[in-house]
């Protein structure tokens, strides 16, 4: 059976809101090619969110944010709350993305409130982790990522983990297919066993390409990718799409 695939567009802090607009026309226009157990998620800036929201409203295709609050109102300067991004139909959230944790110094605790109130409000958490060069070089990786995965994930019923090593974000370089088939069963086993978690859904995110996802697929057993630059030009992601699609 097709088991169920994410493919999730993170375009960080880029396009402006012409080119938002063309490029998700662009892959609405070619919608009919994403088959039935593919989801197609894009998560814009917070400021495109109802532009977005109003163009993919008759679609199947989701919409996510980038981050959210672990609170639900108050005096938070430059936040902004869970209830607004659920009115703009937000289905998702992006959380614990290396870029929030090295410019906004979050912490794994702060994550896991994130996580908790998110997941108590309905939105549906996509949680990243990953390591840097050198404790891949160190071989200290395994160590690092059950930290984050162990100050991160409360303990929930489901959640959907994006492996993004640090190394590999917007450098073209990707780990070796059997480097993320071990993280994807490393994830797994904690998950399951020590967090007791009912079901884990394990994305693969860094330089994902119509290049490199055939055989990131077909060898690393992942449930999706979650991708930046690529997801930034139509014909790019609508590849990559079209390749999801047979598997
Ligand atoms: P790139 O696909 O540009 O490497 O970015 C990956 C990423 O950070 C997605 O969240």
Not at 13 to 37: G, T
Not at 105 to 127: C, D, R, W, Y
Not at 217 to 224: C, H, K, L, R, V
Request: proline share 3%.
């Amino acid at each position: 059976m097709t088991q169920n695939k994410l493919i999730v567009s993170n375009w960080k802090m880029n396009l402006k809101l012409s080119d938002s607009r063309i490029l998700v026309k662009k892959i609405i226009k070619s919608s009919k090619i994403i088959k039935p157990h593919i989801k197609k998620i894009i998560c814009p800036q917070f400021l495109l969110i109802p532009h977005i929201s109003d163009l993919i409203k008759k679609t199947k295709i989701c919409l996510g944010s980038q981050n959210c609050h672990y609170q639900e109102s108050g005096a938070f300067t430059g936040e902004s709350s869970i209830e607004l991004l659920k009115k703009f139909k937000c289905k998702y959230v992006i959380l614990g993305h290396s870029e929030r944790r090295k410019y906004n110094a979050e912490t794994n605790s702060m994550i896991l409130k994130k996580i908790q109130t998110a997941f108590n409000h309905g939105l549906k958490p996509i949680v990243c982790i990953g390591e840097t060069i050198n404790l891949r070089k160190k071989n200290k990786y395994l160590e690092f990522l059950e930290t984050q995965l162990h100050g991160s994930v409360p303990n929930m019923e489901e959640i959907i983990i994006a492996y993004e090593p640090i190394w590999s974000i917007g450098s073209g370089l990707i780990p070796s297919f059997s480097d993320i088939l071990e993280i994807n069963n490393f994830v797994k086993k904690y998950l399951y066993e020590r967090k007791q978690l009912k079901k884990v859904s394990f994305l693969y995110g860094g330089s994902v390409s119509s290049k490199n996802i055939k055989g990131i697929i077909e060898n690393s057993d992942i449930d999706g990718a979650l991708i930046g630059g690529s997801s930034l030009n139509a014909e790019e992601i609508l590849k990559i799409v079209s390749i999801f699609n047979f598997y």
